[in-house]
């Protein structure tokens, strides 16, 4: 059986979702997701979410034990930016 | 006009955003949706993202003496205050830029971003927003540093 990056098992591992299934999937709350596949201009469009969160420095916090991961925000604010 | 030599295209909905991937002091390396800001003087990051690249000051809770490289900044309708750090590297795609100031400050969740791209990295991009196609393009006009 394979062995992932992070020691678990493939079987254990989250399956890999394109981050629009991730968005629909994990709406608003933030995700750490290892990053599986890329687009050609480097971007990131596929991936295994390895923590979820609503709160993002929680998040921060469950995250310290992986190596390099991506974090966003699956969902919109509901309020108008003025930034 | 010089060539460039990156380029990163991207398509966006309402606000302009791309993934930036960040390598801070102590070579831990993470990767973002960041907001592009180019009203902002520096780039965002939270500042225990900051703590955990290597750069142990932006956590200072210390109110009487803050950390020299304290900056206070005004926002649109308030002050506010953050520690800014030298990010080791910033890609963007295959953009490439090293020693870009970020300021650790941690914006309100609610906002949906935690990291902007203001204008210490973006002076080094050739930069084109398009609000009626929901187009970016960013370009590095001069070799990585």
């Known amino acids: 059986m ?3 990056a992070m020691g678990a098992t493939d079987e254990a591992r989250p399956e890999a979702l394109s981050f629009s299934e991730i968005r629909e999937r994990y709406k608003d709350r933030w995700v750490a997701v290892e ?11 596929k991936g295994r979410v390895v923590e979820n969160e609503i709160d993002r420095y929680t998040l921060a916090d469950k995250t310290a034990k992986y190596g390099e991961v991506c974090i966003f925000y699956a ?3 509901s309020f108008r930016l003025l930034m | 006009m010089i060539p460039p030599t990156a380029v990163v295209e991207r398509c ?10 960040l390598r801070g002091r102590n070579d831990t390396a993470m990767e973002y949706q ?8 520096y780039c965002v990051l939270p500042k225990v993202d900051a703590f955990n690249m290597g750069y142990p000051e932006a956590a200072s809770v210390d109110t009487r003496v803050p ?10 309708n308030s ?14 795609g295959s953009i490439s830029v090293k020693d870009v100031e970020f300021l650790a400050f941690d914006l309100l969740q609610t906002v949906g971003y935690d990291v902007i791209l203001g204008r210490s990295l973006l002076r080094h991009v050739r930069l084109e927003l398009d609000f009626v ?3 970016l393009r960013m370009e590095r006009v001069t070799p990585s540093q």
């Open chain 1, 2 to 4: 394979a062995v992932g």
């Open chain 1, 35 to 45: 990053v599986t596949e890329r687009d050609r201009n480097s971007q990131p469009v």
């Open chain 1, 75 to 77: 969902g919109e604010s």
């Open chain 2, 12 to 21: 966006f909905s309402k606000y302009p955003t791309v993934f930036t991937r």
């Open chain 2, 34 to 41: 960041a907001l592009i800001a180019p009203t902002a003087d």
């Open chain 2, 67 to 76: 950390a020299p490289n304290t900056l206070t900044f005004a926002s649109h």
């Open chain 2, 79 to 92: 002050y506010g205050r953050g520690t800014l750090i030298k990010m080791a590297q910033v890609d963007v």
């Open chain 2, 133 to 135: 196609e929901g187009r």
